[in-house]
């Protein structure tokens, strides 16, 4: 088993633990895969906040194709009346089952947070073991960007009674693709 093999499996593991769900594909199967998922999980309006390599694993294309109605623009007025959100991670950490959002790029960010379903995706050789890998590479760049953000699973809270409620900063669905694209 391979070093790439044995980081996804802990990370499906650990993001399954938190309540999230997670699937590998190909970079020609992964179009394929987001927009089964979406429409299986009844899905039908997603905004996706569209990146290079978003563009080049065809995600919007497959979406529509699917029957799935799709927003890429005006993602802040569009993200309030749909169900779905998508967009590219940068990481995965395969510790905690997290995937890290780092840019300055807004639409990302409301795609995550706003949806009720949001789906991640990530590239296989973006997957970091562990925490201390992680703040490595962030240590590593030349500036930090405008936003750094972690997602473990669904959001959910304990501040409200002390009853943890799902969905309140966040989705109440988490959904990881890890395209292998080495």
Known sequence: MSTTDVLYER????????????????????????????????????????????????????????????????????????????????????????????GDEIDSRICATAASDYLAIVKESNLVDDYDAMFDLLCGLPELPNFVGFVTGPSRTADIECVTTVGVHGPLRLYAVVVQDA
């Open 11 to 102: 990370f499906k593991k650990n993001l399954e633990a938190a309540d999230g769900e997670c699937s590998a594909a190909s970079k020609a199967d992964a179009a394929k895969v987001v927009a089964e998922l979406f429409r299986d999980k009844g899905v039908k309006q997603t905004c996706v906040a569209e990146s290079d390599f978003l563009r080049e694993l065809g995600i919007v294309p497959a979406l529509r194709e699917a029957g799935i109605e799709v927003f890429t623009d005006h993602i802040r007025k569009n993200i309030e009346t749909v169900q779905g959100g998508i967009s590219e991670v940068q990481y995965g950490i395969a510790d905690l089952g997290t995937v890290m959002q780092v």
